[in-house]
């Protein structure tokens, strides 16, 4: 009893007059609890009370991680949510396409979006923020004395967020980039952007709802004669068309400038391929029994990686000082490959690990990850010679540009018969495949590179020959 007129003493010292409805809250014991005539002059006292204080919602920024390999900004390619979408912890915010691969950003919090900070197509450095979500704070019991003041009333409000649709258009110049769930390949969505076309509004015919190019092919014919551009005449400008360089042709850009800055060897050859067509006609069935497509890649690769056990030296980089060769145990041997987004050189690891019908299999998944764009970023790094098949195309010639930091690449052309002269001296129609390598003159003399293609050609013309390097 005591006790409580001490401390009612002490509050009506302040100056302090409380209404008969307003309830004294016992302090906590210790003078340093205790109101001081020094500070309560400061503050206009409203009232003592002890309560629970729920935290309100609080918007965040969810910021782009470092994803590794030097990357330091992406390309927005999908937008997995909207403005008031509710995500969940680990929850798809987004595609992003770097220099090197696509990656699917998750989100690391549960909320509401409020924001979209980019939209599709546009840069994201390493570190910016690239949506605002709100999140909502669990409930927090505290059970000490709260002083209510009229400075609490001076602090900024809490922002009411009017509700958004989940899918919502965000312009851009003169067409609407519609952020939606719609499935489709960055490629396909390029091709929509191209042809202003919201894929929201197009009939998917592919697999799980996807939306293929000939889906919107048909859906712009379907359209009204109306809505389509009227034909230019001779009396307006010509239309141009300016476009971001961005994704895998920006990686492009910045490697063949740098790899153009090594002085490059050439070196050219010709292949009998007869053998090897006959051999690989004979394993085409075998593979397919095993899910696997059989190409002449395999065996191409195959043969290299047997060649680089000989001359270790094409399998090798240089040091950033130039002062040293780093030779690589592995062989991981890339192939350029030539995709809607552009080229890009994804690698098989460990080739000399594997047989051809590993090879085969490894080399199939590589195709069907580019052709659908989701080429992983393990899958482009840690390369160490590389190949290019141009034949595929129709080329027959070619002056390949090393990928940094290998020192040597090989060009694959077109498999045409050509009259050659037997052993006997008559002339007889033989399969023939042109090879043109180049090499970093740099630590490659051509001596080098062409005992190295011999050795591959060897195996190429005797695939028999082969057999002798299987463990």
């Not at 696997?292 to 065996?299: D, N, Q």
């Not at 000082?321 to 690589?328: G, L, T, V």
């Not at 041997?333 to 460990?350: C, F, Y």
């Not at 970093?440 to 011999?454: C, E, L, M, P, Q």
Request: proline share 6%; hydrophobic share 40%.
């Amino acid at each position: 009893m005591q006790r409580a007129v001490q401390r009612s003493s002490a509050t009506l010292r302040c100056g302090l007059s409380l209404s008969r409805k307003q309830k004294v809250a016992p302090l906590p014991r210790g003078p340093s609890r205790l109101l001081s005539s020094s500070t309560c002059p400061r503050y206009l006292v409203k009232g003592i009370h002890t309560s629970s204080v729920h935290r309100a919602g609080r918007a965040i920024d969810f910021r782009l991680s470092d994803i590794g390999e030097g990357i330091s900004e992406v390309v927005i390619k999908e937008w997995y949510v909207g403005l008031g979408s509710k995500v969940n912890q680990f929850d798809p915010i987004c595609e992003v396409q770097s220099d090197k691969a696509s990656v699917t950003i998750t989100s690391r919090y549960d909320g509401v979006i409020k924001k979209l900070n980019y939209e599709v197509e546009q840069v994201c450095k390493v570190g910016a923020a690239l949506v605002e979500i709100e999140v909502a704070s669990d409930a927090a019991v505290d059970s000490r004395p709260t002083l209510e003041t009229e400075t609490l009333a001076e602090e900024e409000p809490v922002r009411k967020s009017q509700p958004s649709p989940a899918v919502t258009p965000i312009e851009s110049g003169k067409s609407a980039v519609f952020v939606d769930k719609v499935l489709a390949t960055p490629a396909v969505r390029r091709f929509a952007t191209e042809m202003n076309v919201a894929l929201s509004a197009v009939r998917a015919t592919g697999k799980n709802g996807r939306v293929l190019k000939d889906d919107i092919v048909a859906y712009t014919q379907n359209k009204p004669s109306v809505e389509r551009p009227a034909p230019t005449t001779q009396d307006e400008a010509p239309r141009t068309r300016i476009v971001d360089i961005g994704g895998y042709t920006r990686a492009m850009l910045k490697t063949m400038t740098k790899s153009l800055q090594i002085p490059h060897f050439g070196y050219k050859d010709e292949v009998e391929m007869d053998a090897l067509m006959a051999i690989r006609k004979d394993l085409v069935a075998q593979a397919k029994s095993s899910g696997v497509k059989l190409s002449y890649m395999p065996f191409f690769i195959k043969a290299a990686s047997v060649a680089l056990l000989e001359y270790p030296i094409l399998n090798a980089s240089l040091s950033d000082c130039q002062e040293k060769i780093i030779y690589k145990d592995d062989h991981n041997i890339g192939l350029a490959m030539d995709t809607p987004q552009g080229l890009i050189v994804p690698n098989i690891k460990k080739c000399q690990e594997k047989s051809i019908l590993e090879i085969a299999a490894e080399l199939n998944r590589l195709q069907e990850a580019c052709l659908n764009g989701k080429v992983g970023t393990q899958d482009l790094v840690e390369g160490t010679f590389s190949l290019s098949n141009i034949g595929s195309i129709g080329g027959t010639y070619a002056f390949p540009v090393l990928v940094q930091p290998e020192v040597c690449i090989g060009a694959l052309g077109r498999i045409r018969k050509l009259p050659r002269f037997s052993p006997a001296g008559e002339i007889v129609p033989v399969n023939v495949l042109n090879v043109s390598w180049s090499a970093d003159h740099r630590v490659i003399d051509g001596a080098t590179v062409s005992r190295f293609s011999n050795v591959w050609k060897n195996y190429l013309e005797k695939p028999h020959a082969l057999l002798m390097t299987l463990k």
